[in-house]
């Protein structure tokens, strides 16, 4: 009989305040469940039937938005396990800019269900080569679900049915508007190498008031603000850029100036107003017509543009003032004085009009076979989608929808395959890699089964969101069944369930883009495995000294 030796109690191995969790229950279970409440927080949102959730950030802003990208950036999250699938959603917002809520909820469905593997006594390595073994199927499977692609060159009905489904996830009863919106401004800009296309060149002003169906698309750049000086409207003008303050230079040190008398009195403020005037004259002598200025525009410069009869603009955002630099061809400068020929840009149409009540400047460049067409400037490569809605709120969540499908456009530019979408998709991938599971031998198959019935929650959760969670267990039986069937790989879900519940996604022009799929089913494995991997969590005391005190609550609030 061995000897067992007792441990000492009082070995010391960290510092006083630290936190040291390991084992199943403790490190394992713990980030499992933390990741499990996180993935049904944005679980209810997915889908066009998703709720809406309203959200209060630390700075007070309201976001009232079902756009989980949204979601998981304003709530601040501190869970250690749970910030992994964090990243992996922000991974898919910065590659795809769509699908970031699959990412989520996929991972925490792989988690949920190994979980009962590993209380039954599975070593988490076991469970890992499974989901991997799962997920390399599930990827090679995808490639052969391509029903279509986008066809090149695009045209404005391709562009719409591809960006239907995207849109309808966040602005259901919206897509149709939004889609003609967001597929005008993409083949506006749209470059003669399609894999050049750049999604800033498509911009968003929002302007309060009306219904969406007043939005329209603007050729060039809008700013909804009227310029600063009396010149409203100019054709055919050149164009200087300053980031700097056009005013009075500031001297640096501070000096005391004594005056004797009243000329000298007068004296002391011509010498400015000289400079000044003289520094505008040579701007309007190089033919310069209009300015866009990046900062402050001070009163006595602004006396002396109007004189010169040379419209400004302020332009207070950078990300802008460089959009509107390249849409002009014109280089940021930032000294004030005269542009040379290569510095100054060109602009055939520079007006205020009225949107809705609210003035708003345009800046854009004629197309050919315009009225006034001259032919030595190239067509504006930016659009501006000028979006109408009655609240804040409503708007931003019109701009994030619109943000999704210029998206798609980009994701769509490299890989134009597309997939049944409404979790036809998922599904079928879900029976074929539980064919593949029950054909492998070894302690792996059983995460390999796990591993398709997770997929299953895709189609599930759009039928609980749309019908309820009784008629969600229906309509997956009844897919389940046509899946069965010799080429049903396209029923997917039916969201306003006309017949059963179920239809043929193709039929119905129901598509989703197979790059965001791959993307996402390759981010939540990796997410998922990351979780399952880890056995122990170490967290130090954070860092600063004791926390400040809070204030006494009002007596009139007890």
Request: aromatic share 4%; with cysteine.
């Amino acid at each position: 009989m061995s000897l067992k030796v007792p441990k000492a109690n009082n070995v010391e191995l960290f510092k006083n305040g630290y936190k040291h969790l390991q084992g199943l229950e403790d490190a394992v279970l713990r980030n499992i469940q933390a990741i499990s409440e996180l993935s049904d927080l944005v679980r209810t949102s997915f889908g066009p039937n998703g709720r809406n959730k309203l959200i209060i950030n630390h700075l007070g802003r309201l976001f009232v938005t079902s756009d989980a990208a949204t979601i998981i950036r304003e709530i601040e999250v501190i869970h250690p396990a749970a910030k992994l699938l964090v990243m992996a959603s922000q991974a898919q917002e910065s590659e795809m800019g769509d699908s970031t809520n699959m990412v989520i909820i996929l991972a925490g469905e792989l988690l949920k269900k190994s979980e009962n593997l590993l209380v039954m006594g599975l070593h988490p390595s076991e469970v890992i080569k499974g989901y991997e073994l799962a997920c390399a199927k599930a990827l090679a499977e995808l490639e052969s679900l391509s029903t279509s692609s986008l066809p090149s060159p695009f045209t404005r009905e391709s562009l719409i049915t591809a960006l239907k489904p995207a849109i309808a996830s966040k602005q259901y009863g919206y897509e149709d508007t939004l889609s003609s919106l967001v597929a005008e401004a993409a083949l506006v800009v749209m470059p003669k190498n399609p894999k050049n296309f750049n999604v800033d060149n498509i911009r968003v002003v929002k302007i309060m008031g009306g219904s969406l169906s007043g939005s329209k698309v603007v050729q060039g750049m809008v700013f909804g603000r009227e310029p600063e000086g009396i010149i409203k409207k100019i054709s055919g003008a050149k164009v200087a850029v300053f980031t700097c303050a056009l005013d009075v230079a500031q001297t640096e040190t501070k000096g005391t100036v004594l005056l004797k008398s009243a000329d000298e009195m007068l004296n002391f403020t011509r010498g400015e107003e000289q400079q000044l005037e003289r520094i505008f004259k040579e701007i309007a002598d190089s033919g310069i017509k209009v300015i866009i200025a990046g900062s402050s525009i001070g009163d006595l410069a602004l006396h002396y543009l109007n004189r010169f009869n040379i419209a400004v603009l302020k332009v207070l955002s950078k990300f802008d003032l460089r959009r509107v630099a390249r849409v002009v061809n014109a280089t940021p400068l930032a000294r004030v004085g005269a542009p040379t020929a290569e510095e100054a840009g060109y602009v055939d149409i520079f007006e205020t009009t009225e949107i809705g009540g609210d003035r708003v400047t345009v800046l854009r460049q004629l197309a050919s076979g315009e009225d006034g067409y001259q032919g030595h400037t190239e067509k504006t490569r930016t659009a501006t989608i000028v979006l109408r809605g009655a609240t804040a709120n409503h708007l931003d969540d019109l701009e994030r929808a619109i943000d999704d499908g210029v998206n798609v456009i980009k994701s769509l530019i490299k890989d134009p395959r597309l997939v049944p979408g409404a979790g036809a998709t998922e599904l079928e991938l879900g029976k074929r890699v539980e064919a593949y599971g029950s054909g492998m031998r070894g302690l792996a198959q059983h995460a390999v089964k796990r591993y398709a019935t997770a997929l299953e929650v895709i189609p599930r959760t759009l039928a609980e969101n749309a019908l309820g969670g009784a008629e969600g267990n229906e309509v997956l039986s009844r897919l389940w069944a046509k899946h069965e069937q010799e080429g049903g790989e396209a029923w997917g879900v039916d969201i306003e369930a006309e017949q059963d519940g179920t239809l043929l996604a193709t039929d119905f022009k129901i598509l989703d883009p197979l790059a965001a799929k791959q993307w996402a089913i390759k981010l939540a494995t990796e997410a998922a495995v990351s979780v399952l991997s880890v056995d122990s969590i170490i967290m130090s005391k954070p860092a600063g000294g004791p926390k400040v005190p809070q204030q006494a609550s009002n007596w009139d609030e007890d």
